[in-house]
Each structure stands twice: as C-alpha cells, then as structure tokens.
C-alpha cells in the first residue's frame, strides 16, 4: 500500500513538472522590423535602439524594406544603431543579456558597399556585450564585415591585426540581404547564416579600450554599424531580433 502511495506521489510530481518545464521558453525582442514599422530607427516605439549620428546619411529603402545607413562620404563618420544614448540605456526595460541563460542576436543586413584603410578595421561591425561585462572576464564580441570576411575583433593585442577568429571563405559584401544569427552561452558564441556555421569561438574582454568614452564598459550593451574612423559602409538594416533564454 505505501508503496503504491509513493509511486502515485512521484508519478503526481512528475506530470506537474514537465508543465514547468515545457513553460520555460525563450523571449523575443523585436526591436526593429521594416514590414511592420517603416520608419527610420529613430522613430519607432518602443525605442529600443538608437541613431546615433555623426554625419552620416539615413534613408528608407522601399523594397525590400530597410534602413539605409550610409558612411562612405567620409571614413571618419562613425554612425549607427545602439540601446545606449551616452551613458545611459534608452529603454530601462532592456532584457539583461545574461550568458549563463544564453541569447540569441538575429539581423537581416545587405552590406552593398564597405571600404578600409586597415585589415582590423570594418565598415559594419556588430558589438555585444554581457551583461557581466564588468567583471573583466570573457564576455563580449565584436564581429567586423568586409569585402570576403567576417572576424571576430582580438583582445590580445587588443583590436590587433591578427583577429581572434575570421573566415575567408564568405563573402558579406555586395550579395544581397543575409540573416545572421549570434548566439551566445557561458563564454562561447557562434555566428551563424541559414544553416552554415561562419565563426565560434571564445568571447572575449575589449574593457582595456582607452578612449573619451569607453562602451566596452556597459552592460548589456548591443551595437550595429560603422564604429571606426578607418573604415565606412553603406547597408541595409532589415529585422533586428534579440532572444532571450
């Protein structure tokens, strides 16, 4: 009898659990999407990312439906698109990007043009950064786009010409719009396009950057755009997803 009543216990347990379980999904963040809010990124609500301008030219694309963002005229105009104004987050309810849970950066993007004057330099660039930054550990990524490769920017030298990881064999520029996905977990990410793996590796501590303002410093701070005065690019910024575990 007792035994039945503890196997009746467990078995009441286990059907309560696999409900909790299974609830446990991840979160969207659309923060951007063309068909549904055709406007430029410093317009819609909620806002969670803003423009931040240096003299670079923003426009809307009719179709397919983007935001151009374009650098070129000047290499020194460094422009784009963060959750960040100044010191401060734009939106208080940003999601924490919390690497022990995992999140997932998703953005559709046509690079149509991007120039350097240095390999370590690119024209569109993606920074994340987690929200444990601070710690001074590996934490965070920046990914630079050129003509024929994708890299993940070094810390050791920091911002150096050897990149941390890169892959010759894709080429971001000049071949239309591409989904790109970044996934990060513990102190690892992966970029992915479609179903082909283009970089993993381990993340990285870009806090020894020295400078006016330093945003290598912020927690759960993203970035897309131009954020060098050695390269430019002109893109076209489609739907710009963050899941959160």
Known sequence: MRLKLLLSFLLSILLISIPLVNMAKATNYLFYDPNR???TLDRFVPQWLIYANTGGDQSWHKSPPATVLDTLAELDIVDGYSNYGGLRIANKEFPKLSRSNGYTLSFNVEIVKEVHTRPERAGFSVIILSQDVKNKTYTSLEIGFQQNRIFLQNDQP????????????????????????IKVKDDRYVLWSGNRLLLEGKLRDYTKFIGLLNPYRFPSFIFLGDDTTSAGAKINLGKVVLQVN
């Not at 064999?169 to 719009?177: A, E, L, Q, S």
């Open 158 to 181: 920091l911002f150096g010409r050897q990149a941390a990881q890169e892959n010759l064999k894709f080429n971001p520029v000049g071949t239309g719009t591409i989904e790109y996905q």
């Open 37 to 39: 809010q055709p406007v």
